[in-house]
């Protein structure tokens, strides 16, 4: 199985930019779909970001098409989120997720990112 952590959130002006980092350790980054999602206070957990397995096809929420950016960088084994232009509504716990069509599903532990105004 795969394991999956989080670095580089922390605290932003508006406007500015973050990058975040998912470091996969057990199995390679390239054998699952690797996606993003957030989680601001009181609300539900929501799709951010993806990179598919196959092709390393990306695709975005609205939200933040545009402004950010997934990649992924098999020979170090990561997956990063680089984050433009941030908004204060992008104020949230940012989580690394796995999976591919069948089979579990993998999270990491979260980072926080805040945007202030």
């Known amino acids: 199985q795969i394991q999956l952590v989080e670095s580089g959130g922390g605290l932003a002006q508006t406007g500015g930019s973050l990058r975040l980092s998912c470091a996969a350790s057990g199995r390679a980054v390239s054998s699952y779909n690797i996606n993003w999602y957030r989680q601001a206070p009181g609300k539900e957990r929501e799709f951010v970001a993806t990179?598919?397995?196959?092709?390393?096809?990306?695709n975005y929420a609205n939200a933040v098409k545009g402004r950010f950016t997934i990649s992924r960088d098999n020979a170090e084994n990561t997956v990063d989120l680089q984050m433009n232009s941030l908004k204060p509504e992008d104020t949230a716990i940012y989580y690394c997720?796995?999976?591919?069509?069948?089979?579990?599903?993998?999270w990491g532990q979260g980072t926080q990112v805040t945007v202030s105004s």
């Open positions: 990179v598919a397995r196959v092709g390393g096809i990306t």
């Open positions: 997720h796995a999976r591919t069509l069948v089979g579990p599903e993998y």
